[in-house]
Every structure is written in structure tokens, then in C-alpha cells.
Antibody, heavy 123, light 107 residues
């Protein structure tokens, strides 16, 4: 069974840093692109970042570019999101999701999602 | 950035009735359009990809159509478990973008 489990969320002060992890199981992790999507309290879904299966290509939403870094360790089947210079507006549930589709063309949707981890940025 | 606009924001439907949700893209996304369902306190679940292909284990009452800039999700006969928020998302261009969601509520 394909499973994704996020961890690393918590309370952090504005300007602080946090690293989220997403442990994957049940599939060949290195073969699939992965994404992070967040949802602020009471709001809709916002795509944050994505990374190709080999980790070479990365993509970011403008709202996090220059502050967040996506990475992966295929030997550990783990996806990461390093979040720096955190702001109140980064408060959200962060989901990791597995990409499926035509990966070589960059056309992949998100077919499996984790349960999410909550990040709260507040003083 | 491609803007995805969903309508209506809220749809009130009686169980057993048909629900039609719309999603419009600000520029063509070809057929690279997915629909997700989200219930309170849960992660989103993939319903439709490629604009019209049902994901694994999704009931046949869910169907998707459209291409280019206009898309529709139809739920043919609403069941109690279908009351939720539905999001469309384009995966044709970077950055990926979601619609703001349509809440399907019990009438």
C-alpha cells in the first residue's frame, strides 16, 4: 500500500526555520516526482513546491521562492521541505503528495496524499 | 500564472440529485486538469485526472469533461458521502494552481 507520512510541523516564531519531512513507502520512491501543498486555516489548497524523481528539477510557488527549499533523499525514501524566514502567512497544514503521470514532460497530478503536518508561525 | 476559477462557490443539492461543478482556466491547460475531493479534517483525494479519467476506486457517478479552458465535474446522483469541497487543479504549467473550491452541501 502506498503511504506518505509527514512530520516536523510545530510552532515557530516569525523569521524562524523549520524542516518538514515526508516518509514514503509502498512504491519505488525515486521513480516519482513529489510535491508539497499547503492549506491555511479555513482556506483552499495552495501548491508550494515540487521536485523530480532524481532531485535535479525543482519548482516553487512565488510566495515561497527564495525562502523554502525542497529536497529528497532517495536512499531514505524521504522528501523534505526546508522553510526559512517564516511568516505568519505560512501558517497552514502542509501535505506531501506523490506525482503520477507523464513525469518526463513534467505533467503529473497528485495521486496519493499524506495526512499533513501543521505549521504555526506566531510569536 | 494560470488562474483557475471555480463556480459556484457553494452548491446546495439534495441527496440523489445531480451536481455540476465548473472550473475555468485563464489560459489553455490542454487536458492536464485534475479534480480532488476534500472532507473536513481530511487530506484531499484524487477523483479525476486528464480531465476525464476516474482515479482508482472512484465510483462511476463521478465524471469529468472538458479541455482547454473549460472543465466540468458531474456527480450524477449525490450520496451522503459526497458532501465535501471539490478543487480543480491544472498541471500543465508551472506554478501548479488550484481553483478556490466548490463546497457541495446538503439542501
Amino acid at each position: 500500500e502506498v503511504q506518505l507520512e509527514e512530520s516536523g510541523g510545530g510552532l515557530v516564531q516569525p523569521g524562524g526555520s523549520l524542516r518538514l519531512s515526508c516518509a514514503a513507502s509502498g512504491f519505488t520512491f525515486s521513480n516519482y516526482a513529489m510535491s508539497w501543498v499547503r492549506q491555511a486555516p479555513g482556506k483552499g489548497l495552495e501548491w508550494v513546491s515540487a521536485i523530480s524523481g532524481n532531485g535535479v528539477s525543482t519548482y516553487y510557488a512565488d510566495s515561497v521562492k527564495g525562502r523554502f527549499t525542497i529536497s529528497r533523499d532517495n536512499s531514505k525514501n524521504t522528501l523534505y521541505l526546508q522553510m526559512n524566514s517564516l511568516r505568519a502567512e505560512d501558517t497552514a497544514v502542509y501535505y506531501c503528495a506523490k506525482g503520477e503521470g507523464i513525469a518526463v514532460a513534467g505533467k503529473y497530478y497528485m495521486d496519493v496524499w499524506g495526512k499533513g503536518t501543521t505549521v504555526t508561525v506566531s510569536s | 500564472e494560470i488562474v483557475m476559477t471555480q463556480s459556484p462557490a457553494t452548491l446546495s443539492v439534495s441527496p440523489g440529485e445531480r451536481a455540476t461543478l465548473s472550473c475555468r482556466a485563464s489560459q489553455s491547460v490542454s487536458s492536464n486538469l485534475a479534480w480532488y475531493q476534500q472532507k473536513p479534517g481530511q487530506a484531499p483525494r484524487l477523483l479525476i485526472y486528464g480531465a476525464s479519467t476516474r482515479a482508482t476506486a472512484i465510483p462511476a457517478r463521478f465524471s469529468g469533461s472538458g479541455s482547454g479552458t473549460e472543465f466540468t465535474l458531474t456527480i450524477s446522483s449525490l450520496q451522503s458521502e459526497d458532501f465535501a469541497v471539490y478543487y480543480c487543479q491544472q498541471y500543465n504549467n508551472w506554478p501548479r494552481t488550484f481553483g478556490q473550491g466548490t463546497k457541495v452541501e446538503i439542501k
